[in-house]
């Protein structure tokens, strides 16, 4: 069965980093397509990035320019690092396997000064 654990979430300042990293298992990891995603309270999960087994990638509008998503496929690793972060970016994100009911339990990123 897949699994997904992320980490890297916690509190940052206005303009600052953050590197969120994704573990996945199942055997089919190279061929399938991953996602970022974040949910702030009382808004829908949106989309922040997805990246194809073979290094395409996709970002949302709104963090466009900031936000950089890859893979490791040899470790099973996805990663999102996030420049430039805004109060706005505060969410917790979760990493998806494809367009399955695959979740991450999720890592909060809160942005305040």
């Known amino acids: 069965q897949v699994q997904l654990v992320e980490s890297g979430g916690g509190l940052v300042q206005p303009g600052g980093s953050l590197r969120l990293s994704c573990a996945a298992s199942?055997?089919?990891?190279?061929?399938?397509?991953m996602g970022w995603y974040r949910q702030a309270p009382g808004k829908q999960r949106e989309l922040v990035a997805t990246?194809?087994?073979?290094?395409?990638?996709n970002f949302a509008d709104s963090v466009k320019g900031r936000f950089t998503i890859s893979r490791d496929n040899a470790k099973k690793m996805v990663y999102l690092q996030m420049n430039s972060l805004k109060p706005e970016d505060t969410a917790v994100y979760y990493c998806?396997?494809?367009?399955?009911?695959?979740w991450g339990q999720g890592t909060q990123v809160t942005v305040s000064s």
């Open positions: 990246i194809t087994g073979a290094g395409s990638t």
């Open positions: 199942g055997t089919m990891f190279r061929i399938v397509t």
């Open positions: 998806r396997w494809g367009t399955s009911n695959y």
